[in-house]
């Protein structure tokens, strides 16, 4: 089904066939001698929020960063297709911006610049340079980031440096910053992992809100206003509440793919029984790839 | 046995150690203990070197002088400086390979970029100022422009490696987060790496200033005025309580830098 989605795709053919908005055609990474993901093939529709669930090492940030374009499938970047585009192949800019950005375990704020400048680095995409060196010295586009800003809870933050707010704070200015952004697909690695329960029910509940939120930006050439949402995560209770599919990644292959609500405890703990395999693991190669 | 012994304890450590005691031993040997090793009238002529401290020249007349070339020196050296950074800092961000940085690894081309800045910076830096004073004397004279330049080509040298590393310490994360937003390299240069690394790179270039003040006060022989020149005049005279004053000047020009750059790295703290 997702082979033929991409193939009509390519073709350029305009038939009324429900295409999958994000399709993984048999994408696998190797880093030197780990697996980080063993070919898997994925099709996600349009505003679907999909929980990613498996041990460490399961290939769930490979995923994702494969569907950030943060990294190249082996079989080349046309084995991931979001909307009919490759993120691998973008180039940065507008067009990759508007389709698809990452919230990560560790927030990744620049701990230099205060919360409104992090936040608006949610536009660098769209901005030019000569607007973004501007926008240092004459912040561009403060209303939007004080809209955001308020919308996460934190408006106050704004002149803040992100080292002096805790961590839930953190996530939120992560947040506000993928509101600026405004991407088809959020993709969100762990978004929960370092929170206590009550952040991370929050935090969810705001990432949730982002798939229907109208960020104001549109989205480029799409125009959709419905969002997906991917993330990866541990906790069976939010799953149930916040996701409509949930699918299960165990030694970087799918270990089942059900609707959110039919996630039992038993069925997570089956996946999460490792034994004693010590097989592959995560490696730290790249960017900033981990696992929590 | 007890050969055997000796050979598992001569390893590589306590080999080398002996090594260069019998070559102290050695140099020591070597050394003419018939000639004295100072010259006979130094301790004299220290103590009156010393003596000259107390006081040294505080008329109003020569303070005035001393004002002046301390103005002077800082004028050269913040020249110098400026041209400098604003030399180094493009050189040490090519250097450094952050905006040739692909998702995916690095390429061919990064990395022969990369060598070649090193290489230009390396060779910029190898050359002393002073030699790259007497080259610009030679080529256009003796003119404030020859010291300024011949300070700012060895400095640009020196802080294009040292910005280029500070550069490459940034942590990863939040500039990896700042890509996966579309952000083009030059964009991430400048919302990541250059806001993280800006207290180190601030720090040095003030650290930088200082060694500035000092290699201006000594330029004095290629023809520009300033602490140098005037302790230089002062020597020939054998003036040595002028000569204290002007080293008080040039202390105090470095600890008032010392001081300015604390006040600024402290306002950055985060």
């Not at chain 1, 940030?61 to 009919?84: F, M």
């Not at chain 1, 200015?173 to 009550?198: G, Y």
């Not at chain 1, 991370?200 to 549109?218: F, P, Q």
């Not at chain 2, 800006?198 to 930088?208: A, E, N, V, W």
Request: charged content about 15%; overall charge neutral; aromatic content about 6%.
């Amino acid at each position: 089904m997702t082979a033929t989605g991409v193939r009509l795709r390519r073709a350029g053919e305009q038939f009324a066939v429900a295409k999958p908005l994000v399709a993984i055609d048999s994408a696998s990474k190797v880093y030197g001698t780990n697996r980080g993901l063993a070919p898997l093939s994925l099709a996600i529709n349009a505003g679907e929020r999909v929980a990613l669930v498996g041990p460490s090492g399961s290939g769930k940030t490979t995923l994702l960063r494969l569907l950030a374009g943060a990294l190249v499938p082996d079989q080349g970047p046309r084995s991931v297709i979001i909307n009919g585009k490759s993120p691998g192949e973008l180039k940065p800019g507008r067009e990759l911006a508007s389709l698809v950005g990452i919230v990560s375990q560790r927030f990744d704020l620049v701990p230099h610049l205060p919360v409104l400048h992090n936040v608006l680095a949610g536009r660098l995409g769209h901005w030019s340079l000569a607007r973004s060196v501007l926008s240092l010295v004459w912040p561009m586009e403060r209303r939007a980031a004080q809209q955001a800003l308020a919308r996460v809870g934190i408006a106050d933050k704004i002149n803040e440096r992100p080292g002096r707010l805790s961590g839930g704070e953190q996530q939120r200015v992560a947040i506000a910053r993928m509101m600026m952004q405004s991407p088809l697909v959020i993709l969100a690695d762990e978004p929960v992992a370092s929170l206590d329960p009550a952040r991370a029910e929050e935090v969810m509940e705001l990432l949730v809100g982002l798939v229907s939120l109208d960020m104001g930006h549109g989205n480029g050439d799409d125009g959709s206003s419905q969002r997906t949402l991917i993330a990866s995560l541990h906790t069976a209770s939010l799953i149930r509440r916040h996701f409509t599919r949930v699918i299960g990644l165990r030694e970087s292959r799918v270990q089942f793919d059900l609707p959110a609500g039919e996630l039992d405890d038993a069925v997570l703990d089956e996946l999460y029984d490792l034994g004693d395999d010590n097989g592959d693991v995560e490696p730290l190669a790249g960017l900033a790839a981990r696992d929590g | 046995m007890s050969l055997r012994r000796l050979q598992t304890w001569l390893t590589g450590p306590r080999l080398l150690t002996l090594g260069i005691v019998f070559a102290l031993a050695w140099s020591l040997s070597r050394v003419d203990w018939q000639q004295p090793i100072g010259h006979t009238g130094g301790g004299a002529a220290a103590l009156q070197v010393l003596l000259a401290l107390f006081p040294p020249e505080l008329s109003p007349e020569f303070l005035r002088i001393c004002v002046v070339s301390s103005w002077h020196t800082l004028a050269y050296a913040v020249a110098g400086m400026s041209l400098a950074v604003a030399l180094g800092l493009p050189l040490g961000v090519l250097a450094s390979g952050v905006l040739a940085q692909s998702a995916d690894g690095s390429g061919a081309r990064r990395w022969t970029l990369m060598a070649s800045v090193r290489f230009l910076l390396a060779a910029m830096r190898s050359v002393h100022e002073l030699v790259w004073a007497l080259l610009f004397v030679a080529a256009v004279g003796l003119s404030p422009m020859a010291a300024i330049l011949a300070m700012a080509i060895p400095y640009a040298g020196i802080l294009g490696r040292i910005y280029a590393e500070q550069l490459q310490d940034v942590p990863a994360e939040p500039v990896a987060a700042l890509r996966t937003t579309g952000a083009s390299s030059a964009h991430v240069l400048l919302y990541g790496y250059i806001p993280m690394a800006l207290p180190d790179l601030l720090s040095y270039t003030f650290y930088r200033l200082e060694c500035g003040i000092r290699a201006a006060a000594i330029m004095s022989f290629v023809g520009i005025d300033g602490i140098g020149f005037q302790i230089e005049l002062s020597l020939a005279d054998l003036l040595f309580r002028q000569v204290w004053t002007l080293l008080i000047f040039l202390v105090a020009l470095v600890v008032a830098v010392d001081w300015w750059s604390s006040r600024v790295r402290r306002s950055m703290a985060y």
